[in-house]
């Protein structure tokens, strides 16, 4: 690509990303996409990415109608449920080395389907070479169900507690000091966990919902692989990154992150987990798909008091022998409820 003539103006490109979200109880799934034009080179090439491509105003009338025409041609199905999310406009988040081409501004939307069919998840069953991976191959620290992750103890916490104890450097990208928190409080704030001087200790909660905080602090600490991609000065320092789950390309896990947040705190004000459910549905199945987004498990006394509760759900009257037990009972969603009351979801409690 060729670079701007000296003292003009820089060029920008909008790029549209769409995290597109099912769920095969146990597992949640996100829909990744083999490299397209432009995304040459090894250290691109080879990585999971969104489905994303450029926003054309000569061809779509809105950002949304733009996202939905690159998912159908990526991917070769179409999504339901799509809100946005934010706008990454960071430097270097999106560059490639010696590229000199507009610098991308990528506006990212979340996006829920309903779970694939079965054999969909196999790569060669998908369309267009788009794959459905685990989320949480790309967040191993995020998915507390089975209980605590080993990978915050073993490799996460020891690092980070290193990295709060070492003095930042003045090339460090943070913001002035009078409008930051510190590194430890950050570190309490994202992981519920306080610097102790050669090791860490419990200081709160772990609250599901900090998904970005906490890929934000990893990546600031140069403990992920984007961190050296994109040549920050922590990364560069470390002889290697740990194997802390798999990479993206670009920024595309960034912007995973800031889906994942935004679902887990969405399910509880919002309906929006039956975007994730067939038409009928058990409360079992239910439960699984709640706790596989929020990444924790919940007691089934608790979690099936609280749907009666909320009157989120029905009976249809008929039951399934597909559990391998006894027949369970079907339900749907009570799309009523949206009309009936301004916050209708499902409000578990934080760890």
């Given amino acids: 690509m060729n670079g701007a003539a000296p003292g003009a103006p820089a060029a920008i490109e909008i790029g549209l990303n769409a995290a597109i979200v099912a769920v095969e109880p146990p597992t949640p799934l996100i829909l ?31 950002l949304e109608i733009g996202l939905r025409a690159w998912v159908a041609e ?25 590229d000199e081409g507009p610098h991308v501004v990528s506006v990212g939307y979340l996006a829920l389907t309903r779970r694939p069919s079965a054999g969909e ?7 267009g070479g788009a794959a459905w991976r685990p989320w949480y191959g790309y967040f191993p620290w995020e998915d507390w169900r089975d209980g605590r992750p080993p990978v915050l103890d073993a490799v996460i916490l020891p690092a980070l ?5 070492r003095p930042a450097g003045p090339s460090a990208a943070e913001p002035p000091a009078e409008r930051r928190l510190g590194r430890a409080e950050r570190l309490r704030f994202a992981f519920g966990t306080a610097a102790a001087g050669g090791g860490v200790a419990t200081a709160g909660p772990w609250d599901e919902e900090r998904v970005l905080e906490r890929y934000e602090l990893l990546y600031q600490a140069g403990l992920v692989e984007e961190a050296r991609r994109d040549g920050r000065e922590e990364a560069l320092a470390r002889a290697a990154p740990p194997p802390l789950g798999r990479p993206m390309r670009f920024d595309h896990r960034r912007i995973l992150a800031t889906a994942i947040a935004r679902l ?19 409360l079992t199945e ?3 798909t709640v706790e596989a987004i929020a990444g924790r498990h919940l007691h089934k006394q608790n979690f099936r008091r609280l749907v009666e509760a909320t009157a989120l759900v029905e009976p249809t009257g008929e039951t399934t022998a597909a559990t391998g037990g ?9 799309r009523e409820v949206v009309s009936e009351r301004p916050s209708p979801g499902l409000r578990f409690g934080t760890r």
Wanted: proline share 10%; charged share 25%.
């Fill in 286 to 288: 239910l439960q699984r």
């Fill in 74 to 98: 990526q991917t070769a199905r179409g999504v339901g449920y799509v809100e946005q999310l934010y706008t990454f406009a960071d430097r270097g988040r999106h560059a490639r080395p010696g």
């Fill in 32 to 62: 990744v996409v083999p490299p397209g034009e432009g995304t040459s080179g090894a250290d691109v090439a080879a990585l999971d990415g969104l489905p994303f491509g450029p926003f054309d105003p000569l061809r779509h009338r809105t």
């Fill in 161 to 165: 507690d290193e990295w709060v104890r």
């Fill in 264 to 282: 887990r705190a969405k399910l509880k004000y919002r309906p929006v987990v039956f975007e994730l459910m067939a038409e009928t549905f058990t």
């Fill in 326 to 334: 006894r027949p369970a009972q079907l339900y749907r969603f009570r």
């Fill in 121 to 127: 998840p196999d790569e060669a069953a998908t369309p």
